[in-house]
């Protein structure tokens, strides 16, 4: 059953049980309403497709959860949506197995498709340098840059420069203070760009924001500026610099990780400044790390790589045909 085709009311049985996992979620376990938002929406996508299969939780097992991930395989998911999808199956049956309302786990042994990892993508330092020597034409354009310089600076999350405060700002050690994922904060060098830029938009922040904001960046109401926001005008201001791909934020991001482990080759390093609690998760810039190199590699090295066309054309100039004796 796709999203389409998706019935409008679950039945009590199903749409109960969900419903105070969802509440358990945001009251008990304190996770963010975005996160809740994203268990809802895969746990309610089972629940439709589970309407009309089983009555209730308790009466599902293991082939059809395998069903089901089959059934998400062929509507085009990919295998690392499965797993998030199977990840939210099994926590909320971890949460029925508390509540008495299942006799076990269904999806513990079900595995989502391996697919292939996908790389992130970055933007070169020729093209940054150029995003972000475009002159701002107006206090807007001014905090826009501000943003800009600071995400590739110290390499922000979207949400972390959203929900930044004056107060995280240090001018004097030229440092910053995020909150991170689940809360954690870290301490992020900003670079001198940032810190310039910073500057000149806090010069006219006061036209927009009144004492009592704390947001660093505000809309032209006044108001903490949203992530949408944020997107849509770095969307804009690759438009307008003449970028050849669309920017995003976490494209700053990944550029940021990209460009600080070419350099320096340091990963826990760079793993403590992007606030990855896993170094697998840094371990991915690796990948484009090596990337670069292969390509310099293939570039450079007279042995590197066969061209059969630009050899062939060698030979014709070094070796000029010539006649044998019988004049073939």
Not at 36 to 47: G, T
Not at 94 to 118: C, I, M, T, W
Not at 308 to 324: A, C
Request: aromatic residues 6%; charged residues 25%.
């Amino acid at each position: 059953m796709t999203a389409s085709a998706l019935p409008a009311e679950l039945p009590e049985p199903l749409a109960a049980p969900l419903a105070a996992f969802i509440r358990h979620l945001a009251s008990e376990t304190r996770h963010s309403p975005r996160t809740c938002d994203n268990y809802q929406r895969d746990l309610q996508r089972l629940a439709h497709w589970l309407v009309g299969r089983v009555n209730d939780w308790s009466a599902v097992d293991f082939h059809h959860i395998r069903h089901y991930v089959a059934q998400l395989s062929r509507e085009g998911l990919g295998g690392q949506s499965i797993a998030r999808h199977l990840s939210a199956i099994r926590r909320f049956y971890q949460y029925l197995l508390r509540e008495g309302l299942a006799r076990d786990n269904p999806a513990l042994d079900v595995r989502a498709p391996k697919s292939g990892r996908r790389l992130p993508k970055v933007a070169d330092v020729d093209q940054l340098q150029q995003l972000l020597d475009t002159p701002a034409d107006d206090p807007l354009e001014l905090r826009d840059l501000a943003m800009f310089e600071l995400m590739y600076s110290s390499g922000l999350r979207l949400a972390e420069l959203a929900s930044l405060d004056m107060p995280a700002l240090d001018f004097a050690s030229g440092e910053l203070r995020v909150q991170g994922k689940g809360s954690k904060e870290r301490l992020l060098p900003v670079g001198g760009k940032a810190t310039a830029a910073l500057k000149r938009w806090l010069a006219v922040r006061p036209g927009y924001a009144d004492e009592h904001e704390e947001a660093v960046f505000v809309s032209q109401r006044g108001t903490r500026l949203s992530r949408r926001s944020i997107q849509a005008r770095l969307a804009r201001w690759g438009v307008r610099a003449g970028a050849d791909q669309r920017l995003h934020p976490h494209l700053l991001r990944h550029s940021f990780a990209s460009h600080m482990l070419e350099s320096s080759g340091d990963l826990r390093a760079v793993q403590e400044l992007l606030g990855h609690a896993d170094i697998a998760t840094t371990q991915v810039y690796t990948h484009l790390d090596f990337q670069h190199l292969a390509r310099v590699y293939d570039r450079s090295h007279p042995r590197a790589r066969r061209r059969s066309g630009t050899i062939e054309k060698r030979k014709s100039q070094d070796y000029p045909k010539t006649k044998d004796p019988n004049g073939h």
